[in-house]
């Protein structure tokens, strides 16, 4: 049947009539459909007093994808009722598309927003990794702290290698982050952490020495 018949016989007839509606019914990939004029009433959906209906437009967003990622980045600085968290999950699920502007984000002025863009880059996992180094040996060092952080957290080995160079190159602030970092990484951080013992500087051999302590 049509997806806008309804009992009262009445049609949406505009976009935004069209996209409330589908919310109301919880049709999402239908909304979905409708793209970028959908992301705003989504993103009001994910603060619905209903569960489902929560999931339901963070599901839709991750189907939209890349053009919804500003406005969710946007939405981090919602620490409302959990509002961030929300944006977090739809962020998650749009994953690869929102790295590059995630990362971005980690120098943003609002610490809301650098803290919901490190969590969701966290929940992003790893297809995140790959843009995250690279962001770790070219970005500014605000970045590189944020980035370490979050290399960190998620936890994959491919990450050991990148922050024990900047661990080696990158001046103190930055390396304070990394060595956490690579505190988290486990035994297999063990053997590159005593090359740097053997070749860095004395900043680099401190770092060292307390990230094989954290493992």
């Known amino acids: 049947s049509d997806v806008c018949s309804s009992d009262l016989g009445w049609l949406p007839e505009t976009e935004k009539e069209m996209v409330s509606y589908l919310i109301a019914k919880e049709q999402w990939a239908s909304v979905a459909e409708i793209g970028p004029g959908a992301v705003g009433p989504l993103i009001q959906a994910l ?10 437009a963070a599901r839709a967003l991750g189907l939209i994808g890349a053009p919804a990622v500003a406005e969710l980045i946007d939405a981090l600085h919602d620490e409302r009722d959990g509002g961030q968290r929300k944006a977090v999950e739809a962020l998650k699920m749009i994953g690869g598309p929102a790295v590059v502007p995630l990362i971005d984000a980690l120098q ?19 297809p995140a990794v790959e843009p995250l180094v690279h962001a770790l040996r070219s970005g500014p060092p605000v970045i590189q702290m944020g980035v370490a952080a979050a290399l960190g957290k998620i936890g994959n080995r491919a990450a050991i290698d990148p922050l024990v160079d900047t661990l080696l190159h990158e001046d103190w602030r930055v ?5 956490r970092a690579l505190g988290m990484m486990e035994e297999e951080a063990v053997k590159p ?17 307390t990230a094989l302590v954290l493992i």
């Open 108 to 126: 943003d002025r609002d610490w809301h927003i650098r803290l919901g863009a490190a969590r969701a880059l966290v929940g992003i996992g790893d």
């Open 193 to 209: 952490l005593l090359c740097v013992l053997r070749e860095g500087d004395d900043a680099a051999r401190k770092g060292a020495v």
């Open 175 to 179: 390396g304070r982050v990394v060595v």
């Open 47 to 56: 603060d619905d007093p209903d569960s489902a209906i929560q999931m339901g």
